[in-house]
């Protein structure tokens, strides 16, 4: 059985082949699982996603398994606590920023029944529209992040290189 080809980026390390091959463009089912991947890409702003692979463990275990329920009721102590933990990004923003969207992601799913039916009856038309949207609803959203977490999550369609296996596969 041969090799399968993958989009350039994903080839250089081991972590970024895993993510590409099973996470990439895969449609997510839980708020939890929407959130986390949301708040690894605000952390990724400014880095490379490779950091954040190789932190997303420590991610998962200082953020409660991304419980939102958790997450939005952080205090100052943890705050303290996340702002010293060696395992994560240790951005004062970023660390807010999960805070409050984990509240937002509350509110989101006392209006809509869940995170993922927000995301879903969402009728944007361009990327333009989603981020007018994200930058209306949560914090630390940017046109990158919010095109990441849509490609990733699979509500917007992915361009694999010509030759990768995945090319014009994962669209909803």
């Not at 708020?31 to 880095?47: C, P, S, T, W």
């Not at 997303?56 to 939005?72: L, N, Q």
Request: proline share 1%; with cysteine; net charge negative.
């Amino acid at each position: 059985m041969g090799e399968k080809t993958r989009c350039a980026w994903a080839e250089s390390h081991p972590l970024l082949t895993v993510y590409h091959d099973e996470d990439y463009g895969v449609t997510l089912e839980t708020d939890a699982d929407l959130f986390e991947r949301l708040m690894l890409e605000v952390n990724q702003a400014g880095l490379s996603w490779l950091t954040i692979l190789k932190k997303r463990d420590g991610f998962r275990e200082a953020f409660d398994g991304f419980d939102i329920d958790r997450v939005a009721d952080y205090g100052e102590s943890e705050r303290t606590r996340l702002l010293q933990d060696a395992n994560i990004i240790r951005n004062r923003l970023k660390i807010n920023a999960a805070i409050h969207n984990a509240k937002v992601v509350q509110s989101l799913r006392d209006e809509h029944g869940s995170f993922k039916h927000w995301l879903d009856r969402q009728t944007c038309e361009s990327l333009e529209d989603w981020v007018k949207l994200f930058r209306a609803t949560f914090k630390f959203m940017g046109p990158e992040i919010v095109n990441e977490f849509l490609m990733s999550t699979g509500y917007i369609t992915i361009t694999h290189d010509a030759g990768c296996w995945l090319n014009g596969k994962r669209a909803r």
